[in-house]
């Protein structure tokens, strides 16, 4: 395989120069009992020495030669998580209210529909987003390109989030939104980032340069 080909099968080169990661989907941090097993026997089969649970709810299958990562796919029988690369790589959910005693808002649900949107699209640079179920923020939200936060009264909306070594707080953009409206709104500035963005330009440098009120106005959002 050539390397873009291992690319799009979102296998990563590792520190030795030799063997890869790989990552399958496991949206919004779920797992099934089914995907868990074939993960372990895949690992065993193939003799992969590490997994290791990484950011964004993952799990990494690390050591991987190259020559297995077709059979490995094919075994898992499930999408690659797009780990590297300029695109969507994936919405981090917290239990919210179907699980956790705080949740006011459904997060897996809302992690889900978003995931299933966006999963596959391509962007100016990586885009991550982050689905609280209260205000408690267990997502780390306000650290994500998209940042959502579930209130009694609605979803509160924050863009142009980051980790990493330039780490930024989203600028919250909009609160009391219904499910509709949030996603109405992620839409028109997804549209506007990847129109306007440059190349591997994160949200959070893009809001940086554009200016937080130039993209309330694109939104066609009060000040
Ligand atoms: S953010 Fe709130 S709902 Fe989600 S896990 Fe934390 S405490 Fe529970």
């Not at 895949?42 to 997994?51: D, G, H, W």
């Amino acid at each position: 395989m050539e390397s873009s080909d291992l690319i799009t099968k979102g296998a990563i080169l590792q520190r030795d120069k030799e063997s890869y990661a790989i990552i399958p989907r496991t949206p919004a941090g779920i797992l099934t009992p089914e995907l868990l097993k074939k993960i372990a026997c895949a690992a065993e089969e193939f003799k992969i020495p590490v997994l290791k649970i990484v950011s964004g709810q993952r799990i990494a299958m690390v050591g991987v030669k190259k020559e297995d990562i077709e059979e490995i796919w094919r075994f898992l029988g499930t999408d690659s998580g797009q780990a590297i690369g300029l695109c969507f790589h994936y919405v981090q959910a917290c239990p919210g209210n179907s699980l956790c005693k705080y949740g006011v808002q459904d997060s897996i649900g809302l992690a889900l529909e978003l995931e299933k949107k966006y999963y596959g699209t391509e962007f100016p640079a990586k885009m991550k987003i982050g689905v609280s179920g209260c205000t408690i923020c267990c997502s780390e939200s306000y650290l994500r390109d998209i940042g959502i936060v579930g209130k009694k009264s609605g979803w509160t909306l924050s863009l142009g989030g980051n980790s990493g070594s330039n780490p930024r707080i989203g600028n919250v953009i909009v609160q009391k939104l219904t499910e509709e409206e949030l996603f109405t709104i992620i839409d028109k500035f997804l549209t506007y980032y990847i129109k306007y963005a440059k190349k591997k330009e994160r949200t959070s440098k893009f809001i940086k340069r554009i200016g937080i009120d130039e993209v309330r106005k694109n939104l066609g959002l009060p000040f």
